[in-house]
């Protein structure tokens, strides 16, 4: 079945506690990215990944870092949280369009929540 | 960068009418423009996207315009059913790269 999946779905933690968000899909996708959802924000894109080794900054990277040593797995990274950055995360992957770089169905995964007292 | 603005934030609509949502974005450059729609507790889902060499796009009762010149395009949803209720997100991309969404519609249907 062709999926994006989050670990973990839900967690809670303390302020400075390094933490990682895993993410990977099994689609082959080359365009991996993760957003943050905030109520009444919508969906702010954090940073993204055009292919293996090529990331770059979103609108709100600040807090953030990523890495994409494989296709499939594009990890979010909290060098140290702050509860600001209390949000549901979600990660997705795209599919190419027909015209090269357009792209076609963003696939998002389950999304997790964190929360950071 | 872009911004998108996305109207009305709260949409209620009676079963079988019509619903219509509306965005504008700032940069003449962004030419890919799809609509997702997210369930209480889901993840979004897209169910309708246009690219900027179209000026209208329609699936069954979606439909989504674009015009270039005032720079918004729309949602619209004919025939609206229980199952249409949801928050709904438009969003702008330059070429499927940086991805700007709209703040978001939440949309009530009643029967």
Not at chain 1, 8 to 18: E, N, Q, S, W
Request: aromatic share 10%; glycine share 8%; net charge neutral.
């Amino acid at each position: 079945e062709a999926q994006v999946t989050q670990n973990p779905r839900y967690l809670i933690t303390v302020t400075g506690k390094k933490l990682t968000v895993t993410c990977s899909q099994n689609m082959n996708h080359e365009y991996m990215s993760w957003y943050r959802q905030d109520p009444g924000l919508g969906l702010r894109q954090i940073y993204y990944s055009m292919n293996v080794e090529v990331t770059d900054k979103g609108d709100v990277p600040e807090g953030y870092k990523v890495s994409r040593k494989e296709k499939r797995n594009f990890p979010l990274i909290l060098e140290s949280p702050s509860p600001n950055q209390t949000s549901l995360y979600f990660c997705a992957s795209t599919s190419p369009g027909l015209a090269g770089r357009w792209t076609d169905t963003q696939y998002f995964g389950p999304g997790t929540r964190l929360t950071v007292l | 960068g872009e911004n998108v603005e996305q109207h009305p934030s709260t949409l209620s609509v009676q079963e079988g009418d019509s619903a219509v949502i509306k965005c504008t974005y700032s940069d003449s450059a962004s030419n890919y423009f799809p609509w997702y729609k997210q369930e209480l507790g889901k993840r979004p889902q897209l169910i309708i996207d246009i690219r900027s060499n179209v000026g209208e796009k329609k699936d069954q009762r979606i439909a989504v315009t674009l015009n270039k010149t005032a720079k918004h395009f729309s949602l619209h949803i004919t025939e609206t059913q229980p199952e249409d209720s949801a928050v709904y997100f438009c969003a702008a991309s330059i070429h499927g790269n940086q991805f700007y969404f709209g703040t978001g519609t939440s949309l009530t249907v009643i029967p």
